[in-house]
């Protein structure tokens, strides 16, 4: 096993799958030590002969990379090199990479798509990759949409929990701490998509995801409130037919969809009883309680480099708030200024990834600005 310090992605995780149909599968994880790559690496460890671990990276967690790479007879494993943070944070080079390869690449990194889809669906294209998306929600549209035409799905809905403050007033939100902003009531994620799904920025990123993954008009996309996590999409067809797909909150089971693609795999979780549940619910988000969906759908109306300032300003919100710096509703209130300050950039011209990342530093360096009038 070789270890060499290379940049990986340390915000999420890509998963390129180096061959389609032999035996055993080349596997390289980018972002191992965190939450959905120890997922990852859980399924594949139950069925170590139809996988070939080639590469693991992580972040600073050295000590729990190395024993994954161990763990997993892994032939190269990747650690951060802190010099190379700043300019390559989102994450979008090496995916990019993966992609470039032709392969099979499972995507769980959502700040490819929001500050660089366009550009990034071009490179897959490109390359004639196949792009297996790992969110539970972009799972189940890619599960739902398959042999379906363009014009016969009407609206693709996504759903919500409705994160920890689902109930909570304005006033109450107001004063939110962290630790409660974490106190995720159905999945187990790291800090920063915890916090985005507490505010429902979280899925207003999905909205923007699915826009470039599906090549679907925003007027075809919504956000349902589905606080018991069951059901992850819901398609609506021209014939008035509506599609769900569900399964128990566990993100071993749209990894697992994407490691065995085009077939399936047994993931060893819980299995649904609708009759032990009861009762679904679904209800409308609230906009005015969470701006941060309203400011994600704008977003994803006016195109160009706003998907890039959202996610930049987004991340500097966030990092904010968890280290005590504003409060929680502070965070739309910091990423909307920072997007009004980058009006005339929403539709500027950006060609390849470097124009991408110039725009992420200068919408940080503007939300960081910004902070003192949120303190």
Not at 43 to 68: C, Q
Not at 283 to 294: G, I, Q, S, V
Request: net charge negative.
């Amino acid at each position: 096993m070789k270890v060499a310090p290379v940049f990986p992605s340390l915000t999420s995780l890509t998963i390129e799958i180096e061959t389609r149909d032999v035996r055993p599968r080349r596997i390289s994880v980018l972002g191992a030590t965190g939450s959905i790559g120890e997922s990852t690496l859980d399924l594949i460890g139950r069925d170590p002969s139809a996988y070939r671990v080639v590469a693991l990276t992580g972040g600073h967690n050295t000590a729990r990379l190395a024993e994954l790479a161990i763990l997993h007879r892994a032939e190269l494993a990747v650690i951060a090199d802190p010099d190379g943070y700043a300019a390559l944070r989102a994450g979008l080079k090496p995916t990019l990479e993966a992609v470039r390869q032709g392969s099979l690449t499972a995507l769980a990194n959502k700040e490819c798509l929001v500050s660089a889809g366009d550009i990034f669906m071009a490179e897959v294209a490109r390359a004639k990759a196949t792009l297996l998306p790992v969110d539970s929600e972009h799972s189940a549209v890619m599960q739902m949409m398959t042999g379906a035409r363009p014009e016969q799905i009407e609206l693709v809905c996504l759903t919500a929990s409705g994160g920890p403050f689902r109930r909570w007033s304005l006033d109450e939100m107001r004063d939110a701490r962290p630790e409660q902003a974490l106190n995720h009531p159905n999945w187990s994620m790291g800090p920063k998509v915890t916090i985005d799904s507490a505010t429902l920025m979280n899925k207003g990123l999905e909205l923007l995801e699915a826009h470039h993954l599906f090549s679907l008009p925003p007027t075809k996309l919504d956000v349902l409130i589905h606080p018991q996590s069951i059901v992850h999409c819901l398609v609506h067809l021209s014939d008035g037919s509506v599609l769900a797909q569900m399964s128990c909150p566990d993100m071993r089971t749209p990894i697992a969809y994407s490691l065995a693609w085009p077939e399936r795999m047994h993931a060893p979780t819980k299995r649904l009883d609708l009759a032990e549940l009861g009762t679904l619910t679904f209800e409308a988000p609230d906009e005015k309680r969470f701006p941060a969906l309203r400011l994600a759908r704008e977003v994803l109306a006016a195109g160009g480099s706003a998907g890039t300032v959202l996610n930049a300003a987004n991340e500097i919100a966030v990092e904010a708030f968890l280290a005590g710096r504003i409060g929680f509703l502070a965070i739309a209130g910091l990423v909307e200024t920072t997007l009004a300050a980058y009006t005339g950039l929403t539709t500027s011209h950006r060609e390849s990834v470097d124009d991408v990342l110039a725009i992420d530093g200068e919408a940080r360096v503007v939300a960081c600005s910004q902070l003192s009038r949120f303190a």
